[in-house]
């Protein structure tokens, strides 16, 4: 079994930054590929943002290209969102889920990914 925990969610102003974190624990395998998914109220839950753990190899939606950076620490088993020129559009419950098997054709389908987070809250004011 796999483990996530998010933090580092708040309140923040358009334009500002914040630095999202998912610590994994648990049993783990070299071939995980880890993903960012968000949902807002009363949408439903869409991918943002996903990352080979092996490789480093990563993807990210069209809407956050060039503002949000996916990344990892392989010795600490942190998964990070670095977000920055925040739109009050990114208002959301950030979520970070991890596939065991790292099919990564699939990584913006959140049916593919194995465990999920309890997600953390970002709110960015206009």
């Known amino acids: 079994q796999v483990q996530l925990v998010e933090s580092g969610g708040g309140l923040v102003q358009a334009g500002d930054s914040l630095r999202l974190s998912c610590a994994a624990s648990?049993?783990?395998?070299?071939?995980?590929?880890m993903g960012w998914f968000r949902q807002a109220p009363g949408k439903e839950r869409v991918f943002v943002a996903a990352?080979?753990?092996?490789?480093?190899?990563?993807d990210y939606e069209d809407s956050v290209k060039g503002r949000f950076t996916i990344s990892k620490d392989n010795a600490k088993k942190m998964l990070y969102l670095q977000m920055n020129s925040l739109k009050p559009e990114d208002t959301a419950v950030y979520y970070c889920?991890?596939?065991?098997?790292?099919?990564?054709?699939?990584?913006?389908?959140?049916?593919?990914?194995?465990?999920w987070g309890q997600g953390t809250q970002v709110t960015v004011s206009s």
């Open positions: 648990g049993r783990t395998f070299s071939n995980y590929a």
């Open positions: 889920a991890a596939d065991v098997d790292g099919t990564w054709i699939l990584h913006t389908r959140e049916a593919h990914y194995d465990y």
């Open positions: 990352i080979r753990w092996s490789s480093g190899n990563t």
